[in-house]
C-alpha cells in the first residue's frame, strides 16, 4: 500500500496530452465510441434525452449522437435559454420597482415625521381648521375617484379591454406636499 493509502493496483495516472497526431486520432475514434454507446444506454434505462457534439482533433469534421435527436434536444436548449433570459429581464424589473419603492417608503416616512412635527407643533383652533380641510380634501377626493369610475365604467361598457392599473391621483408625495404647504401655521 502507498502512502496516500491506496493500493498497488489502484495508482492515480495523470491526465497529459497526446502528442502524436496518429495517436490522438486512434484514442479519438475508440472513445468518441465509448461516449456514443454510453450515452445511448443513458438514454434508454433512464429515460433522458441527451446530445453529444465532438469536434475531430483537427477541428474538421463534427461528431454528434442525440436521442432523440440532436436538433430537437438543440432546440428545446435554445427555447429554455429565450425563457430564461424573459424571466431574467423581469427579474431585474421587478428589483427596480421593489427598489423604486423602498426608496419611495423612505421619502414617505421622513414626510410623514414632518407632517406629525407639524401636527404636533398646532394649537386647538389649527387643529380644527386642519380637520376642516382634510374633511374637505377627502370629500374632493372621493368625488375625483367616482367621476374617474364612471368614466372607467362607461370605457368598459364601449369597448372589452379591461382598466387595470388606472392610476386615481397623483402620487402621495405631491398630496404630502399640498396639504403641508397649506395647513402650515402663521
Not at 149 to 172: E, I
Amino acid at each position: 500500500m502507498s502512502s496516500k493509502g491506496r493500493s498497488l493496483g489502484q495508482t492515480e495516472e495523470k491526465m497529459k496530452a497526446i502528442a502524436k497526431v496518429e495517436h490522438q486520432r486512434i484514442i479519438f475514434s475508440k472513445y468518441k465510441q465509448e461516449i456514443f454507446k454510453k450515452a445511448a444506454e443513458l438514454s434508454t434505462q433512464c429515460g433522458v434525452d441527451i446530445a453529444i457534439l465532438l469536434f475531430s482533433p483537427q477541428g474538421n469534421t463534427l461528431y454528434s449522437f442525440g436521442s432523440p435527436s440532436v436538433d430537437s434536444i438543440i432546440t428545446r436548449f435554445l427555447g429554455e435559454n429565450r425563457r430564461l433570459d424573459a424571466l431574467r429581464r423581469e427579474l431585474r424589473w421587478l428589483e427596480k420597482q421593489v427598489k423604486a419603492e423602498k426608496e419611495r417608503g423612505k421619502a414617505l416616512d421622513v414626510a410623514c415625521k414632518k407632517w406629525e412635527d407639524y401636527i404636533n407643533g398646532l394649537g386647538w383652533e389649527e387643529l380644527l381648521q386642519v380637520i376642516g380641510k382634510l374633511e374637505g380634501l377627502k370629500r374632493n377626493a372621493h368625488a375625483e375617484l367616482q367621476k374617474k369610475d364612471a368614466v372607467a365604467a362607461s370605457a368598459s361598457a364601449s369597448c372589452s379591454s379591461s382598466m387595470s392599473g388606472a392610476n386615481y391621483g397623483p402620487p402621495a408625495e405631491e398630496i404630502d406636499d399640498e396639504i403641508t404647504d397649506t395647513y402650515r401655521s402663521p
